[in-house]
T-cell receptor, first 112, second 109 residues
Framework: NAGVTQTPKFQVLKTGQSMTLQCAQD?????MYWYRQDPGMGLRLIYY???????DKGEVPNGYNVSRLNKREFSLRLESAAPSQTSVYFC???????????FGPGTRLTVT | GIQVEQSPPDLILQEGANSTLRCNFS?????LQWFHQNPWGQLINLFY???GTKQNGRLSATTVATERYSLLYISSSQTTDSGVYFC???????????FGTGTRLQVFP
């Protein structure tokens, strides 16, 4: 089992460019999440998907869109990147049997 | 919204020492988790503990929900325990976790 995987690991964008961060899990989990982590801070929830076909906003959804492509995959899209979106992005998932969340390795995004 | 405060913000220990990390939260919760972020950035779930006490090897956690705090105990610390420890809470059976700002632990040989 690879667990939760994220691509890419690093990305540099110019202001106004768009990109999609990919996340996949092989644990047959129903719920998936996108968080961002800024220096010296905890994680903040951007969007989550409680099941295939549903998505909901978290604390900081502005400037992002998400797609739950199927049960395994949950992508995060930045349509027009801004320097304020420079951060480390983490994807997580959890199964039905427990509230424990399992995290991917993160994507470090810099917007110049 | 609910506030989550962790203390101390920084902790420096020598290998073999014990430590206690605290998480206070401002409202009732039904979901509380402790995470360890290692120096390479990987987040590992340590405990799901909305109430009561759990132990896993040298780590244990206690949550007193009625008094709105949780404690993480690390005994006989090792250099591999270094990193940031986060407490995260959730309410109302939703999937939304609110994270504290963490306790940065450095363990020296």
């Amino acid at each position: 089992n690879a667990g939760v995987t994220q691509t890419p690991k690093f990305q540099v964008l110019k202001t106004g460019q768009s990109m999609t961060l990919q996340c996949a899990q092989d644990m047959n989990h129903n719920s998936m999440y996108w968080y961002r982590q800024d220096p010296g801070m905890g994680l903040r929830l951007i969007y989550y998907s409680a099941s295939e076909g549903t998505t909901d906003k978290g604390e900081v959804p502005n400037g992002y869109n998400v797609s739950r492509l199927n049960k395994r995959e949950f992508s995060l899209r930045l349509e027009s990147a801004a320097p304020s979106q420079t951060s480390v992005y983490f994807c997580a998932s959890r199964g039905l049997a427990s509230y424990e969340q399992y995290f991917g390795p993160g994507t470090r995004l810099t917007v110049t | 919204g609910i506030q989550v405060e962790q203390s101390p913000p920084d902790l420096i220990l020598q290998e073999g020492a014990n430590s206690t990390l605290r998480c206070n939260f401002s409202d009732s919760v039904n979901n509380l988790q402790w995470f360890h972020q290692n120096p390479w950035g990987q987040l590992i779930n340590l405990f799901y503990i909305p109430s009561g006490t759990k132990q896993n090897g040298r780590l244990s956690a206690t949550t007193v929900a009625t008094e709105r705090y949780s404690l993480l105990y690390i005994s006989s610390s090792q250099t591999t325990d270094s990193g940031v420890y986060f407490c995260a809470v959730g309410q109302d059976n939703t999937d939304k976790l609110i994270f504290g700002t963490g306790t940065r632990l450095q363990v020296f040989p």
